[in-house]
Antibody, heavy 122, light 110 residues
Framework: EVQLVQSGAEVKQPGESLKISCKGS????????IGWVRQMPGKGLEWMGL????????RYSPSFEGQVIISVDKSISTAYLQWRRVKASDTSIYYC???????????????WGQGTLVTVSS | QSVLTQPPSVSTAPGQKVTISCSGS????????VSWYQQLPGTAPKLLIY???KRPSGIPDRFSGSKSGTSATLGITGLQTGDEADYYC???????????FGGGTKLSVL
């Protein structure tokens, strides 16, 4: 079993850059895709994208491509979600989760981080 | 608005049974596996069902999943107040080329 521990809450002003993290421990971090999921205040879950730590292969939802950057540093078992310039509409909780389906085209997240609250406000 | 449609809310009494539906199309539920997640208030989602009807270890058999055509259903029996949560279905959408979640269903156990 893997444990995913995310970085702490962030408060940013519009236009600032931001990078949040998701550190894995336990099972081999590089063997499974890591996904990111957004939850806007009081709303449902949205699939943002996936990264495969072994080779950094990355897939984005069309809704988020160009808006965020997903990356990984496999040497420290950590995945990242990054914004070049945040907007007020980026205010959300962001979860990382391990994807264990037989294919990356299967939504099957068996372990989740605790979530990172991002607040963007002037 | 999600491509997977769930009822916004369902409610029932303790000890009873409930089903939560998730309706999609041929490009998502109709051709891909469905998973279900439980999100208790203020916590991260938790996997309940994967591959349409399989339960991870530790998930009681009170929870079940099924799929028929372009719809999936989560069933919960012997409802407890601790089951009050938001429930989400999820699958891959081959047309959108991304994962999709349903809008979520709030379960109340009154």
């Amino acid at each position: 079993e893997v444990q995913l521990v995310q970085s702490g809450a962030e408060v940013k002003q519009p236009g600032e850059s931001l990078k949040i993290s998701c550190k894995g421990s336990g099972d081999t971090f590089t063997d499974y895709w890591i996904g990111w999921v957004r939850q806007m205040p009081g709303k449902g879950l949205e699939w943002m994208g996936l990264i495969y730590p072994r080779d950094s292969d990355t897939r984005y939802s069309p809704s988020f491509e160009g808006q965020v950057i997903i990356s990984v540093d496999k040497s420290i078992s950590t995945a990242y979600l990054q914004w070049r310039r945040v907007k007020a509409s980026d205010t959300s909780i962001y979860y990382c989760a391990r994807q264990v389906g037989n294919s990356w085209t299967e939504v099957h997240f068996d372990s989740w981080g605790q979530g990172t609250l991002v607040t963007v406000s002037s | 608005q999600s491509v997977l449609t769930q009822p916004p809310s369902v409610s029932t009494a303790p000890g009873q049974k409930v089903t939560i539906s998730c309706s999609g199309s041929g490009s998502n539920i109709g051709s891909n596996y469905v998973s279900w997640y439980q999100q208790l208030p203020g916590t991260a989602p938790k996997l309940l069902i994967y591959d349409n009807n399989k339960r991870p270890s530790g998930i009681p058999d009170r929870f079940s999943g099924s799929k028929s055509g372009t719809s999936a259903t989560l069933g919960i029996t012997g409802l407890q107040t601790g089951d009050e949560a938001d429930y989400y279905c999820a699958t891959w959408d081959s047309s959108l080329r991304g994962g999709v979640f349903g809008g979520g269903t709030k379960l109340s156990v009154l």
